[in-house]
Structure formats: C-alpha cells, structure tokens
C-alpha cells in the first residue's frame, strides 16, 4: 500500500468516481473503439479511420477532432491485434448462427460466403453451442483471427465474448435501436405476418391460433406483435397464442393443445415457421381432421419442407440467400470506413394448398359438424 492509499481509508476512489461521474468507464473497465465512437457521435469505423490516421477525404475534421477528443478523454489504448485487421490482415470474417437444424441458416452463409469471395474474404459458419447466447469465443483471440463478425437472429447480449474482441459486428435479424452493432440489416418480417394474417382473415378465418416459437429473441417478439396487432379490432376474431419450440414434436403437441382445448376449435393454425407448422399438420391428421377444409395451417420460411407436406404449406419466402449477401456488403462498407447501408429485405406470401374458407364458409366441402 503507498502513502496515498493509507492516507484515505477503503483506498482513493476520486480516480474510479470521477470516471463515472463523468460518463467515462471505470479504470478497471478497458475502453473500446465502440466506446470512443459513443461518445463521438460517430461511427465506430471512422473512429478505426481517425486513429489510424486515414480519416482524410473520408471523416470531416470536426468529426476527426471529436474522435481524439473522446479517445483521449476516455484513456483509449487501441487494440493493436484488431487495429491490424482493419486493414484486412486476415481477410475473414466469421458468421454466427443460432444452430444448423434448418437450411435457412446455410442458406444465409451461402449468400455471404458467395459476396464475401467476389472481395477476396473469406466466411466461417458458426452455430453458437447454446443456441440463441452466449455464443463463446470460438478462436484462442478473434481478435487475432477475423476482420469482423456477423450475427444472425441473436441478440447483441449473447455475443459479449466476441464483441470483447473490439471487432465490427452486423446484426441479422435483430432489434435495429440495439446501438451495440454497427449496423443492423433485417428482414420485414412484420410485413410477412400481415400477409399471413390479412390472407387468413381475408378467408373469413376469425378462430385463429398462434403457434409462437417458444424462442427469447427480437424476431419472434416481431411475430407476436404483428399477429396480435394484424388481428386488433376485426370484428368476431379470437385470437389464441400457444408457444411451441422450433421443432416437428413440439409443433404436434402445441396444435394438438389448441385443436382439442376448451371452446371453439380455431379454424386455423398461424405457425411460427415451416417445421413447427409440419408437427401441426401432423396432430390435424392424427384427429381425424383435413387440411384444409377443417383447419388451415400456415408456417413461415418457405423451407424446403414447405412443399414437402401435403397439402403444401401457404408460407411465407424469406429470401435467405439475399439476405446473408445484404449482411456480408454492409460489414464490407463498416470495414472501408463507409455507410453500412443496411436494409430491410421484403419477404413474399406464398398461398398454396394448406389455407382455404373456414368449415362454415358458403362451398367449403368440410365434414358435417366439422367446426
């Protein structure tokens, strides 16, 4: 202990305090490029452009002097691991997924991978070992491995261990006002389930239950929301939320749950995704019901397993490929020091053979008493 620890009792704080007081991270905490571009008002890649001494013609020297402002004010110590990769050292970038149970993902990868080679960057897939997060460091230093990550339909919270790597990170599929990614470039999924809705409720359909993945994450919120709001002051609906994890076992038991519950039986099940929507069309069949004079089924995807069923599912098309080439050119832009560009994808309704009128509908040729 020195002199001036014994000289205030618990130690001197005023270094810790004043930190905090003045919005700075604490001593003990290491101050990131993300950090520094917070309290800038900038981008993170123009605090990599400023620092590293490339910014002009590319940041405006008011910004350049708000960076060195802020890096300075916050103690920044660049990361000289990662500052190297913001040349391009290595050239790959690695994208996270929350599993490969579906093609949807490999789908996404083979849209990045195919843009990520046009640049001469190479992509690793990584289905993060629990899921949706905390997805952990899969390298001894992503810092020393990768130019950038991207993550698809995870929340930001759940890739702590790789963003403590200071690295670029494009979001997929996640909560745009999350301000701890670089950019966020999304799906309209909301957009989607008003085509389901508005096709169903466009059938005469009120009786509807929603088969909601049973799965933490902003997408799935997304879903939830829509349907409910989609469904919000028509008349005589009765809407029903059952949750149902991503699989064909749990889609059977959820549909089975609402089909043979307490009063009237929903006249269609609005389903999460294809593989949820496959296990109800199981427990339709497994009571003796038809799809789709007694009940209709509707998933979301457009999988491979869409078409697979009989009667073929009334989805909706995620352009998946599209999707992982959209990701993979804003973490590009993020790396050059430019706009990230990220937009919103526009997904497509596909009506096919498990959706029609209600069993009460004029011409609906369903089983007497079939409601």
């Not at 009792?9 to 305090?17: K, M, N, Q």
């Not at 494009?170 to 085509?195: E, K």
Request: with cysteine; hydrophobic share 45%.
């Amino acid at each position: 202990m020195t002199s001036n620890e014994a000289a205030s009792p618990g130690g001197d704080r005023s270094g810790a305090d004043g930190a905090a007081q003045a919005g700075r991270p604490a001593a003990t905490t290491r101050v990131t490029s993300r950090d520094v571009a917070r309290a800038a008002g900038v981008s993170q890649a123009a605090v990599s452009l400023v620092l590293g001494e490339k910014w002009r013609g590319r940041v405006s020297p008011g910004k350049a002097e708000a960076v060195r402002a802020a890096a300075r004010e916050l103690g920044y110590r660049p990361n000289l691991a990662a500052r190297s990769l913001r040349m391009g050292r290595t050239r790959t970038v690695l994208l996270v997924v929350p599993a490969l149970t579906t093609e949807f993902f490999a789908r996404v990868y083979t849209g990045a991978a195919r843009v990520a080679a046009e640049h001469g960057f190479g992509v690793v897939l990584y289905p993060s070992p629990e899921g949706i997060g905390p997805a952990r460091d899969p390298f001894d230093s992503a810092a020393a491995t990768l130019d950038g990550v991207i993550a698809s339909s995870m929340a930001a919270e759940a890739l702590t261990p790789l963003r403590d790597a200071d690295l670029p990170l494009v979001m997929l599929d996640s909560d745009p006002d999350d301000d701890r990614a670089d950019a966020t470039v999304n799906l309209d999924i909301a957009a989607g389930i008003r085509q389901l809705t508005g096709h169903l409720s466009g059938l005469g359909h009120r009786r509807i239950t929603h088969l909601a993945a049973d799965v933490a994450s902003w997408t799935f919120e997304v879903r939830a929301r829509a349907v409910a709001d989609s469904l919000h002051g028509l008349p005589g609906a009765q809407l029903r939320r059952r949750p149902a994890a991503c699989s064909v076992e749990a889609g059977l038991h959820a549909a089975h749950a609402a089909l043979t519950g307490p009063g009237p039986r929903p006249t269609a099940l609005l389903c999460d995704d294809d593989i949820i929507a496959a296990g109800a069309c199981k427990a339709v069949r497994r009571l003796g019901l038809r799809i789709p004079e007694d009940v209709s089924v509707t998933g979301f995807d457009d999988l491979a397993l869409a078409v697979a069923v009989e009667p073929e599912l009334t989805t909706v098309r995620l352009p998946a490929e599209e999707f992982g080439e959209a990701g993979i050119r804003a973490l590009l832009r993020v790396l050059d020091g430019r706009p990230a560009n990220a937009p919103t994808l526009p997904v497509e309704l596909l009506v096919r053979g498990s959706t029609a009128p209600p069993p009460d509908a004029p011409g609906n040729a369903a089983r007497p008493g079939g409601q």
